[in-house]
C-alpha cells in the first residue's frame, strides 16, 4: 500500500460521505463521553435507544450523578455489563463536577483519568467533540486497516499509530468516522462485500469475494 493509494481511498471515502459522523446520538461533548462510556462490547443502536430515554432527563454531569446507582441503572438496563457501567458513568460524573467544573476536558491525560475511559474512548471524544487529530481503532477500524492493508498492524496501538502517519493530512479528522463505517456495512467481518465496494481495487486483501 502506497501513498497514491492511500490517497485515493480517502478521497473515494470522502466523495461518497463528506460529512462523516458518528452513529451515537448526542449533543455535547458530555452526551458523547457517557454515551461512548455505554458503548463498550454494545452496540450503538443498542446506546442509542437507552440514552434516548436517559439524556432528556438527564444530560450534565450534576443531573446523572443525582440519579444516584440504581437510579441510572434503570435507563441503561438494556445495554450489556450495565452494572459497571453505571458504577463507572456516576464516578465520572462526580469527577467531572469536582475537578473539571463540569466540563468535559479536552486532553488525553484528564480524560484517561476518568472510569470507564480508556485510550479508545478518550480518542473518539478528542476527535469527534473536539476535531482533534486522535484515531480510536476498535473492531472495524482494525480489520479494515488490516485487510485493505492501509494500516497492518499486530495490535490496536500499532495500527492507531500507523493511521496517525499515513493517513493523507487532508482527511484525517474524518478517517476514524470512515473506516468505522465501511467496515461495520462494506467490510464486513464474516462476509465482506467486495463486489459492491468503492475501493476493491485499491484493497490489498488476498481473498475478496465476488458477491455484492
Not at 122 to 132: D, E, I
Not at 185 to 192: D, E
Not at 204 to 211: I, L, M, P, R
Request: charged share 25%; aromatic share 8%; hydrophobic share 40%.
Amino acid at each position: 500500500m502506497n501513498a497514491a493509494k492511500r490517497l485515493e481511498i480517502f478521497r473515494r471515502l470522502h466523495e461518497d460521505n463528506p460529512e462523516p459522523k458518528t452513529e451515537l446520538n448526542y449533543s455535547s461533548p458530555f452526551e458523547l463521553l457517557i454515551a461512548v462510556i455505554l458503548s463498550a462490547q454494545a452496540t450503538d443502536v443498542g446506546v442509542n435507544k437507552a440514552t434516548d430515554k436517559l439524556f432528556p432527563v438527564a444530560n450534565t454531569p450534576e443531573a446523572i450523578f443525582a440519579l444516584g446507582y440504581d437510579g441510572l441503572c434503570q435507563y441503561i438496563k438494556t445495554i450489556g455489563l450495565y452494572p459497571s457501567k453505571a458504577k463507572n458513568v456516576i464516578e465520572t460524573c462526580r469527577l467531572l463536577v469536582e475537578k473539571h467544573g463540569s466540563q468535559v476536558p479536552d486532553n488525553r491525560e484528564d480524560l484517561e483519568a476518568l472510569p470507564g475511559v480508556g485510550r479508545k474512548t478518550a480518542n473518539v471524544v478528542l476527535n469527534t467533540a473536539f476535531r482533534q487529530p486522535a484515531m480510536a481503532v476498535d473492531t472495524h477500524i482494525f480489520r479494515v486497516s488490516n485487510r485493505t492493508g492501509i494500516a497492518p498492524g499486530k495490535n490496536v496501538l500499532e495500527v492507531e499509530k500507523k493511521l496517525l502517519k499515513f493517513v493523507p493530512k487532508d482527511y484525517l479528522l474524518d478517517a476514524h468516522h470512515w473506516l468505522i463505517l465501511h467496515g461495520r456495512y462494506v467490510c464486513k467481518a464474516r462476509k465482506p462485500q467486495c463486489g459492491s465496494c468503492r475501493i476493491e481495487d485499491l484493497c490489498e486483501f488476498k481473498a475478496k469475494t465476488s458477491d455484492d
